[in-house]
């Protein structure tokens, strides 16, 4: 089974400031990564996948990178919206597995 | 607008199975190259993927949980199901039905609303 982990578990950041958000897997993904948003008694919501293709809908304050082992999220000038737990999971090895989250709250 | 609708008891007791629908509406489960799938999240914790099943009946379950459930499709009714058996307090969780889109990547941008199920006696 292929381990994501994510750093931090959480991430205070002040309104209008850049989160960088990180997963690593334990082996080579290639570019199998997705990054999902999910705010308290909600479903998650799509944000990248691809590793840096963003979804439907998606702000463009939202950018992926990385390829590999090493993935990175960022969100630009953060909105009040944004306050959530950001999920990464992989898509190319079995079983599909997600990343335990990190929490981005208001510093 | 296709929306995914989970149904099925809340409160299961150990030991016995726990038995959940999905209804697809607005588009048909027959149609396109789309996975049908369960995720799971344990209370305040993150996302666990239990598995899918094509509209063909092809399935694919995440080896941890794979001896005790069964996913299957109800092309009839756009419907697919999960079948957990013997389960126990653990499998306390909220349980998602989910859309995975084959031709961008086994990525879920669809997700039903999700239902606790309380395993408890």
């Known amino acids: 089974e292929i381990v994501m982990t994510q750093s931090p578990a959480t991430l205070s950041v002040s309104l209008g400031q850049r989160a960088t958000l990180s997963c690593r897997a334990s082996?080579?993904?290639?570019?199998?990564l997705a990054w999902y948003q999910q705010k308290p008694g909600q479903a998650p919501r799509l944000l990248i996948y691809?590793?840096?293709i963003r979804a439907t809908g998606i702000p463009a304050r939202f950018s992926g990178s990385g390829s590999g082992t090493e993935f990175t999220l960022s969100i630009g000038v953060l909105q009040s919206e944004d306050f959530a737990v950001y999920y990464c999971q992989q898509y190319n090895g079995w079983p599909r597995t997600f990343g335990q989250g990190t929490k981005v709250d208001i510093k | 607008q296709v929306q995914l609708q989970e149904s099925g008891p809340r409160l299961v007791k150990p030991s016995q199975t726990l038995s959940l629908t999905c209804t697809v509406s607005?588009?048909?489960?027959?149609?396109?190259?789309?996975?049908w799938s369960w995720v799971r999240q344990h209370p305040e914790k993150g996302l666990e993927w239990v598995g899918y099943?094509?509209?063909?009946?092809?399935?694919y379950y995440n080896p941890s949980l794979m001896s005790r459930m069964t996913i299957s499709i109800d092309t009839s009714k756009n419907q697919f199901s999960l079948e957990l058996n013997s389960v126990t307090a653990a499998d306390t969780a909220i349980y998602y039905c989910a859309r995975a889109d084959g031709g961008i990547g086994e990525v879920y941008a669809l997700w039903g609303h999700g239902t606790l199920v309380t395993v408890s006696s």
């Open positions: 607005g588009a048909s489960i027959s149609s396109g190259d789309y996975f």
């Open positions: 099943i094509f509209y063909s009946g092809n399935t």
């Open positions: 691809g590793a840096s």
């Open positions: 082996q080579s993904i290639s570019s199998n």
